[in-house]
DNA sequence: AGACGCGTTTGATCTGTGTCAACGCTGCAT
DNA sequence: ATGCAGCGTTGACACAGATCAAACGCGTCT
């Protein structure tokens, strides 16, 4: 089925498109032209009401590789639609210490976390060269008020971000390192596949150290799974570039509790 | 200073004041009488507002200890806002492991996670003996597109759960056993003193193995944690009951570093 | 009063992952 | 070409926390 041979594995380094070089702003968004509209927030809009999205998310923003597109503690006035690229959210402790919370892709929301504050409380940071469209949340939440069906799909996208904190609050509470590779790995494969890119074989934007740091374990640990992995030829790695070889063996390591739950065999 | 000698740690046991042995739903409730307006959904609306919600937030439930609010996979339909009790939110993998996502006290909000797939994605199940505000979900959405004011704070508690969620991830993703926990006490406490209760003294409602399902450890690991503050004579332990001797120490534990991170000294 | 059960504490030992260190690969700059 | 810097891999060893096991405290039931 996968007859997909090198189907560009997410957009490819031709810096989006356009020549002019616009440091920002300046650009036109446009929900109702935007191929993402089945997975952002346009999703289950009708065409006219896309079409009033329009005028709400009025500018995009480049964000080269390595750019912040906000940082912690800044005052919270939009939340962002990926237009292209890929993003890490990360918080930094007082201590030094700081943590990957999430990786974002084309079609994903960030900002969300700024809403309860009115301000950022972590870091966005573009992991390749990027673009995202505009969301000034207060005209957000003005056509929210007048089109019940935005407003609910905005409820929906909110929420499966609270979903997906839980899995990964499982993940870091219960699995094993490569319980958590296995997931993480599945996890992309996924969203890429829903993006219309190969589920089986894609690049890695950030570095084993930024995977560690979300998955909590160190960059060593990371590496050697990696490494077990490709022993055991569930996958092919290639510095950055991943091959899925065995998709069941992956979800296996999943499913397959390693640590027999002792408190079954008993009476 | 903490002249609190034996403020109610929490709502006695008084089965929440009713005789009446009513099962459920003919409850009315009413924000406009609550006196957890300050941190529940009311906040920040005017009198009058607070009266629009009364004809939403119609029915209270009770639920009793070891009973589920809602459980995993049960269609969606309303959100809860605790009136008085206890609960913790788990979830459950295929393989049996479970991991608690959190715990929730008077005037938090339950069942957010159930909006985006229209099915919960967890089991909330009760403390200690609880009552929750029933909030019809349809009925929120088409009050909040009238009330700017009610769907701006909604957002704002939704987005409090997905900061929540990122320390979390913080704490099991970077911290260790002993900080962990102290995060821990440091939290409830301050949940607590939000509520008018004492800061420093404190029932709690979970077992140590809960703690430690919340937490990423094992009951034992919780148990020795414990033991060690007692012993350093930063808390006082006894069953469930918590007394918090050196404050000041709790937050050290989380601010001191106690892995120097290498990278800072090499130029 | 005694017995049972559940939750908790404490000790002894094991192990997965962290830590420290060396080396290799790749791409960029000189 | 050559050197350098950043990232990745691999190995040896250390340690925090898991696991296994025993005993205790407290409440409930008979």
Redesign the interface.
């Known amino acids: 089925m996968t007859q997909i041979k090198r189907v560009s594995e997410c957009p490819p380094g031709d810096d989006l498109g356009n020549v002019v070089p616009l440091t920002a702003h300046s650009l036109k968004a446009a929900c109702s032209q935007c191929n993402l509209q089945e997975l952002c927030l346009p999703l289950g809009l009708s065409e006219a009401e896309i079409q009033r999205l329009d005028s709400l998310v009025s500018t995009r923003r480049k964000v080269k590789r390595g750019q912040h597109l906000y940082r912690t503690g800044v005052p919270f006035e939009a939340i962002y639609a990926i237009k292209a690229g890929f993003f890490k959210t990360d918080?930094l402790?007082?201590?030094?210490?700081?943590?990957v919370?999430g990786f974002q892709m084309a079609g994903e929301i960030l900002g969300?976390?700024?809403?309860?504050?009115e301000s950022h409380?972590?870091n966005a940071v573009a992991l390749e060269d990027s673009e995202v469209c505009v969301i000034p949340f207060a005209q957000l939440?003005?056509l929210?008020?007048?089109m019940?069906t935005l407003?609910?799909h905005f409820?929906?996208?909110?929420?499966?971000?609270?979903?997906r904190?839980?899995?990964?609050?499982?993940l870091?509470?219960?699995m094993r390192a490569e319980e958590r590779l296995a997931a993480f790995l599945l996890n992309l494969s996924q969203r890429f596949t829903a993006r219309g890119y190969s589920a089986a074989e894609f690049h890695l934007r950030m570095t084993r150290e930024e995977i560690g740091?979300?998955?909590?374990l160190k960059l060593e640990t990371v590496s050697r799974a990696f490494s077990r992995f490709q022993e055991e030829g569930f996958i092919a790695v290639q510095q950055k570039h991943i091959r899925i070889l065995d998709l069941a063996a992956l979800k296996a390591l999943?499913?397959?509790?390693p640590?027999p739950?002792p408190h079954?065999s008993h009476g």
């Open positions: 918080v402790m007082e201590d030094g210490r700081d943590q919370t969300m976390d700024g809403i309860s504050l409380t972590c939440e003005q929210s008020s007048e019940r407003q609910h409820h929906k996208v909110m929420s499966r971000e609270i979903v904190d839980q899995s990964v609050m499982m870091l509470g219960t740091s979300y998955l909590g999943l499913t397959h509790t640590l739950t079954s």
